[in-house]
């Protein structure tokens, strides 16, 4: 019995190893899907903010004077911002950066666009554009929230593959580290749109 006590004690520890590396091969895939899942919010609200934008763009051309340079701009930026999309497997630091960049630059399109019709009183009483300003508001703070969660579920998603020692494992079972949605100085408030 004792010559088998090393093989014993031996196979004890490569099953003790075996069951660590299962645990954290399937708790990184369920942190991953957290990832996905999240992601998938993300693109949904930045979505209805893109579709809700081009009913105003609509109601907006309808108005025969109005600033068709500015008009424009929102059409060229909501074409830049839907036309980046990004694999929920790719989700980099760099990909998120250049999907933030042009949600950003479509977002401050937007910003001109709805400051600029405050010199519509016509715009302002059409029904459409008022259930968009009602509706801008809470789309923004939308975005807002789920892209406080997407950072949330990255960060324990990285915190998982960047810690000692799942470092070393994570590129071994191809766990890359995802990317965060960054504040841009001044965008800690609001947009403040009023109409009255």
Known sequence: ???YLGLFIGLGVVAVI?????????????????????WSNVENAYQLRADKTKNLVEIVK????FEKETLTQVIEARAKATSVNIAPGDLSPEKIKEFQ???????????????TVERY??????????DFQV??????NRIGVERGRYNDVARNYNARVKSFPGNM???MFGFEQKGYFEAQEGTENAPDISFK
């Not at 509706?135 to 923004?140: A, D, L």
């Open 1 to 3: 019995m004792r010559k």
């Open 18 to 38: 075996a069951f660590w590396l299962i645990g954290f091969y399937n708790g990184t895939v369920g942190l991953n899907e957290d990832v996905s899942k999240q």
């Open 62 to 65: 309808g108005a025969a004077d």
């Open 101 to 115: 960049a042009a949600q950003d630059q479509f977002s401050g399109a937007l910003s001109r666009l709805m400051v």
């Open 121 to 130: 009183p016509e715009l302002k009483a059409v029904k459409g554009f008022q």
């Open 135 to 140: 509706q801008y508001e809470g789309m923004e």
């Open 169 to 171: 494992l994570a590129g």
